[in-house]
DNA sequence: TATGAATGAGCGTTCATTCAT
DNA sequence: CATGAATGAACGCTCATTCAT
């Protein structure tokens, strides 16, 4: 896996100079207005949740009003669609750049769960997006004419390491890669979602990087047991 | 492991047993309206999370009067947290009843993940006040002055599993009660929680008994590879 | 028919020191408030139409705020179907306190005409919302539940006085009340309802006393032709 | 009486007729873009009232977009003029296609009064934006230029029938054509323009064939009894 | 000529909350 | 103990209109 620097989110600080020499070119004033909404959008509902961030919020966050988010986005709830596919074709791509020792199955897996818990506790947005997501039944993304390009990468790189580890006799065939997807995904999701309640009830700060550590390598134990022939 | 003397909602203080004693005639009508408000606000809360839920939404589900919000529960915060350590109350209590085949650790693990998916899925507003309160970084539950008393008893349920197998040589040592509890945990959350947008995503609706069965299954192999001696 | 100073509208102004001695009965507060309000909608929907009235010019002219509207009628339109339905009310009270010179039926008929022709004249509000309710297409007052009261009273009395003028043998019989009732009604609502356009394209000021009286004669005319024995 | 030269649409200026050379051109646009706009204004004001037409609803109707009201007609205002300008002169223009039988004095009266009622009853709009601009005080039409050519050649009409019938010794003298043309309008109009409201409280549906023949002949009665010689 | 972007002001409505009795 | 009345602030959204090219 190459880190690369690669943070889809991290464009909204230092560049701005920048964009306002590209906005001399068409297009490139509501293009920028309309990102900057997409980005202050993002961070409010992922603060706030869909009903709790307001147009206002947002619309101050990104130094705009509010009705030019009923231009770009027709709606609040436009604009939370659009939050969210933004944030899956962040996700995809990042997931799409995900490099692997690929000669070593068990390391790659190992490096897959790195990625994972790496990208969600820098990411904790993702995390709350979804979670609103979910609390309003999926009833956005339903509406997103892109949703079936969002199936994750991640799946088939998995599927391609069991499929090396079964050739080299180390992993146990039947083995599903979405299981092993899921697994890794619960695991490091819940870690970053509930970590404020985890972290009151337990009495100790999960988020410290020992813990961390400590997780990440229950947690590849528990992957690679469930994966190795007996 | 058995029900001790148990009432989830003697929580607050000693009125309340005076009060149980007028609940029982049908004219009481101050105790029930406030249960019939915490019934209510438990539903509308986990519905539409603390923003999106409005106290005339609650106060009309429990057939009341705002007005009477205010008067048991002080505000709408107020609320949430006497919501919030119902809940809780509730999980400890539901944890509190299970029952093991104390003598074959492997099938009481294997109980415990079968009763803690059962219970999600039984109860999704847990999972969706949880996951509100998460939303809030915690900051009601540390309002709440019982969030003591809220650690989980299923914890120490796992413990003394974990000492029984490796009694009888079956489970390796060096593995900690709280990782397996966190791994069933979050394994069952993480798959209620987001089953929406799972189900959007994969293109299966991972509700269908066939798909929990399935995933049960898994979780088990998982956990029990985690466990057991090489 | 008595004048004895009938007007039903003319409550707003100068009571209102006398109300704040009533308001310390209890629901008084509340009744000034309300009242206050449906006289300030009344003038504001007459001037500015449904859509055209705002409810932020009529809680000012009532001397209140926007939200008292909705704790008393719930939506801007449910005021407009309590300011209707006052309509009626008093346009029926007023109909009602006709007294007619009984034993002259010619002379009772131009009483009536001069009665309605002084109503409408003195309540243009009352042609106003009439237009504004039809532009609407009746969509409101059949929400009014009380919609069935609101018969009017001078059909029966238009009705008696051409009996008796059938009776003393001045009057033809097969004249329909109701005829003769729209008669009055369409000639004099349409003379105050489109005195503006009716003025611009005529070059003439039809309100001025001198045309008023004019056209009265002229309807009285039209209603003795069409209802005395050849 | 017969048509004359007549474009209805011919009424702001000279290039207008260079345009509608145009206009024949299947890819001249404008000129379409502009009477569009204008029809589909005519409907939309006299189906929500001045305040209650908006211009989305107005470009949307039109196929157009609301930049291009601003651009043909400068505002709101403006167009709301240029459609009461244009409702102007297509009625003065049927007004002037009335054939009478011009020897038969009481049925030229009747024909003209079945003509009145048939276009109000076909044109119900025409009925919707005198109301509204009566309800605006007639403010509009006195900003038109051309209001002063709208004077009803109806008006005429009647005048020389009335002048037939006196030489035949059929109508009494001292009659002014003037109030038998608002008799006729004035019963006719409001008839139309209070069809729902008087449908509503009499409970019986007067725009149903029969009633409406009824009332043509009761105005017709009222008429002609107002203009006969004893 | 025509159009995308932008805008200030205001819309009807609802929020959680408190007053006053 | 309970309730009608009241409230300031904000809500998501739409209005007619203008800018800038």
Redesign the pocket.
């Given at each position: 896996m190459k880190s690369k620097a690669f943070n889809p989110l991290a464009v909204n600080s230092k560049e701005k100079r920048l964009k306002s020499v590209d906005s001399a070119h068409?297009?490139s004033?509501?293009r920028?207005?309309?990102e900057e909404i997409l980005q202050a959008a993002t961070r409010v509902f992922a603060k706030h949740g869909f009903?709790g961030?307001?147009?206002?919020?947002i619309s101050k966050a990104a130094k705009?009003?509010?009705?030019?988010i009923?231009?770009?986005f027709?709606?609040?709830?436009g604009l939370f669609i659009a939050v969210l596919e933004r944030m899956y074709v962040q996700m995809n791509h990042a997931e799409s750049l995900i490099e692997l020792s690929s000669d070593k199955p068990e390391q790659a897996l190992s490096e897959v769960i790195e990625f994972v818990m790496r990208y969600y506790r820098e990411h904790p947005e993702f995390i709350a997006l979804l979670n609103t997501e979910n609390l309003h039944q999926g009833r956005h993304i339903v509406k997103s004419l892109h949703a079936a390009k969002y199936s994750s990468p991640a799946v088939n790189v998995i599927k391609s390491i069991l499929k090396r580890g079964q050739q080299m006799g180390l992993f146990r065939s039947h083995v599903r890669a979405l299981d092993i997807y899921l697994l890794i995904v619960s695991t490091n999701y819940f870690y970053v979602s509930n970590r404020f309640t985890l972290s009151a009830f337990l009495g100790r700060d999960l988020q410290a990087s020992k813990e961390v550590s400590r997780w990440r390598k229950f947690v590849t134990l528990a992957v690679l047991s469930s994966v190795r022939v007996e």
């Open positions: 068409p297009l004033a509501s920028d207005t309309r009903e961030a307001t147009l206002q919020k705009s009003v509010d009705r030019m009923y231009y770009y027709k709606s609040k709830e």
